[in-house]
C-alpha cells in the first residue's frame, strides 16, 4: 500500500470490521454478555457478527523511536462473515438482547423465536396473533413483552403469553421495559401507557403527546422516560407525577432518544447534537442545562449512542459522517467522513466497540484502542 492510500484512510478503515448486507440495516443490539452484534435488515432477516476482533488495534499500533508518533497499520485479512439467517417477515423484524448471547426475534408469523448467535433459531416459545411489530425483554425479571400493534402480551419466563387488558384502542407498536424490569411502557397513537408488571399487571397511567412515539427510552435510575416523537420533537415523562412536557424546535422527526450515564439526554433530528444535563431537565421551557456538544452543521444527525462508561456521545448523520464527542465540549473525533446514512449505533457494554448500521447495507463494528479514550 503506498504512502498516498494510507494518507486516504480514515479511522473507519483503521478500526472498523464492515460488511454488505442485501438491503439497509434497521437496528442492531449487542448480546447480554457482548460477544455478538445482530443487525435487522428491512428486508426481513437479520445477520449476527461475532464481536472478538482478531486483529485488533492494539496488535496494528506501531510508535517511532525517533518523534514519538503513534501510527496504525491497515487489517491484513477480512473479517469473519456474518452469519444471515431467513427471512423472518415482509419487513424489518423486532429484536431484543436475551439470555447470554443470543436474542429474541418477534416473527410475522406472531412467534417469538430464541435466535443464537451461531444463527440458529430454536422452535417458537410464545406465539401470539401477528405480525409482531414490538418486542423487548427484561433479563432481570425473565420477562418479555410482544406487540402485535394493537395489543401487549406479558410472558414469564418459559411461559405463555398473558393479555394487558387496556381500556383504550390504539395501536401499540413501541415497547420498553425499565431498568429494574418491574414497568412497561407502551407507545399509544397519541400518548404511552405505563403499567406495573410486578405480580398482576396493573396499569399506573395513560400519558398524552400530541403525536405518536417511535422509541422509549428510560433513564437509568427509571424516573425519566424519554420518547421520540413522529412529529413535533420528543416527550419527557417524569415517572414522579407522570408530567409529560413536549421540547420541540426539531428540524426534522427524532427518531432516536439515548441517555449518558453522565445525567444527560440526547435527541437526534438536528443538525448537531443536542443533549440536556439533567441536573436541568428541559421542561417547562427550562434551557439552561442545554449542552453544547460537538459542532454545528448542514446535515442532520440521524442516530446516536451514549458511551455506557464515559462521558462520550457518537453521533451518525445523514451524510454517512459518524463522529464521537465528550459531552459538553466541541471537539469531536472524526471517524467516517462520508457514506451511506447512518440508521443505527450502538456501544458495546464495555465501551470498546461501537456497532454501525447504514442505508446502503453496511453493517460495522468499530473497534477502538483502550488508550484512544482516557
Avoid at 478503515?13 to 447480554?32: E, G, K, M, V, Y
Avoid at 496488535?59 to 427471512?87: H, M
Avoid at 443505527?344 to 454501525?356: F, I, K, T
Amino acid at each position: 500500500m503506498n504512502q498516498q492510500t494510507m494518507q486516504n484512510l480514515t479511522l473507519f478503515d483503521l478500526l472498523a470490521r464492515s460488511w454488505r448486507r442485501p438491503s439497509a440495516i434497521a437496528d442492531l443490539r449487542f448480546s447480554t454478555d457482548g460477544s455478538a452484534v445482530a443487525f435487522t435488515c428491512v428486508d426481513g432477516t437479520i445477520a449476527i457478527a461475532t464481536v472478538a476482533d482478531h486483529e485488533p488495534p492494539e496488535t496494528r499500533i506501531r510508535v517511532s523511536n525517533d518523534l514519538g508518533q503513534t501510527t496504525i497499520r491497515p487489517r491484513e485479512k477480512p473479517p469473519v462473515p456474518l452469519i444471515a439467517t431467513a427471512a423472518f417477515g415482509d419487513g424489518d423484524v423486532p429484536i431484543a438482547a436475551y439470555a447470554h448471547s443470543g436474542f429474541l426475534v418477534g416473527a410475522a408469523s406472531g412467534d417469538v423465536l430464541h435466535l443464537a448467535a451461531d444463527g440458529e433459531a430454536a422452535a417458537p416459545s410464545v406465539r401470539i396473533d401477528g405480525p409482531i411489530v414490538a418486542i423487548d425483554h427484561s433479563a432481570r425479571t425473565d420477562m418479555t413483552g410482544i406487540s402485535n400493534g394493537h395489543d401487549v402480551f406479558l410472558s414469564r419466563g418459559q411461559g405463555g403469553a398473558v393479555q394487558l387488558k387496556h381500556a383504550v384502542t390504539s395501536s401499540m407498536d413501541a415497547l420498553a421495559f425499565s431498568p429494574g424490569g418491574r414497568r412497561l411502557a407502551c407507545g399509544l397513537d397519541e400518548g404511552l401507557s405505563i403499567w406495573s408488571v410486578e405480580g398482576d399487571a396493573a396499569l399506573i397511567r395513560d400519558v398524552s403527546f400530541p403525536a405518536r412515539p417511535v422509541s422509549i427510552r428510560w433513564s437509568g435510575d427509571g424516573t425519566w422516560l424519554a420518547c421520540g416523537l413522529e412529529t413535533g420533537g420528543f416527550a419527557l415523562v417524569s415517572m414522579a407525577d407522570g408530567r409529560a412536557d413536549i421540547v420541540t424546535g426539531f428540524p426534522s422527526p427524532v427518531r432516536t432518544v439515548c441517555w449518558s450515564p453522565a445525567n444527560a439526554l440526547f435527541a437526534s433530528g438536528a443538525f448537531r447534537i443536542a443533549g440536556w444535563s439533567m441536573t436541568a431537565p428541559p421542561v417547562g421551557g427550562e434551557t439552561s442545562g442545554a449542552l453544547e456538544t460537538g459542532r454545528t452543521g448542514l446535515v442532520l444527525v440521524e442516530t446516536m449512542a451514549a458511551h455506557p462508561q464515559k462521558k462520550l456521545i457518537a453521533a451518525g448523520y445523514a451524510n454517512g459522517r459518524i463522529t464521537v464527542a465528550e459531552i459538553g465540549a466541541r471537539d469531536e473525533l472524526l471517524v467516517r467522513p462520508l457514506g451511506s446514512a447512518v440508521t443505527a449505533l450502538a456501544w458495546s457494554g464495555d465501551g470498546r466497540h461501537l456497532a454501525v448500521g447504514a442505508v446502503d447495507g453496511t453493517a460495522a463494528i468499530v473497534t477502538f484502542p483502550a488508550q484512544m479514550f482516557k
